[in-house]
Nanobody, 117 residues
């Protein structure tokens, strides 16, 4: 199983980015898809989860109202739309796929997001 994130980069404060995550060998309708981030010296932070049953849950307070997760089933892709970006959003962003029964979690390699003027 492989998850590939893309869409990271350098953006100015107040800007927007959209991250994508495309898994291979699994379908997003059978796993809970999650977005995390990790900044240097900090623990990995769960940002949002998209249950396999549908909907979105558990936006972290730090991104609530600014970040929006979605999935496009026909593309087997999950997205993270990030708006009003702040320097403190600088981190490596990861997506994961959590098996609803096994609770085994597969990880992507991460994509760097840097918010700086």
């Amino acid at each position: 199983v492989k998850l590939v994130e893309s869409g990271g980069g350098l953006v100015q404060p107040g800007g927007s980015l959209t991250l994508s995550c495309v898994p291979s060998e699994l379908t997003i309708t059978t796993y809970e898809m999650r977005w995390y981030r990790q900044s240097p010296g900090k623990e990995r932070e769960l940002l949002v989860a998209l249950p396999h049953t549908g909907g979105v849950k558990d936006y972290a307070d730090s991104v609530k109202g600014r970040f929006f997760a979605s999935k496009e089933i026909s593309e087997n892709t999950v997205y993270l739309q990030m708006n009003s970006l702040r320097p403190e959003d600088t981190a490596v962003y990861y997506c994961s796929a959590l098996g609803p029964i096994s609770r085994w979690e597969f990880w992507g390699q991460g994509t760097q997001v840097t918010v700086s003027s």
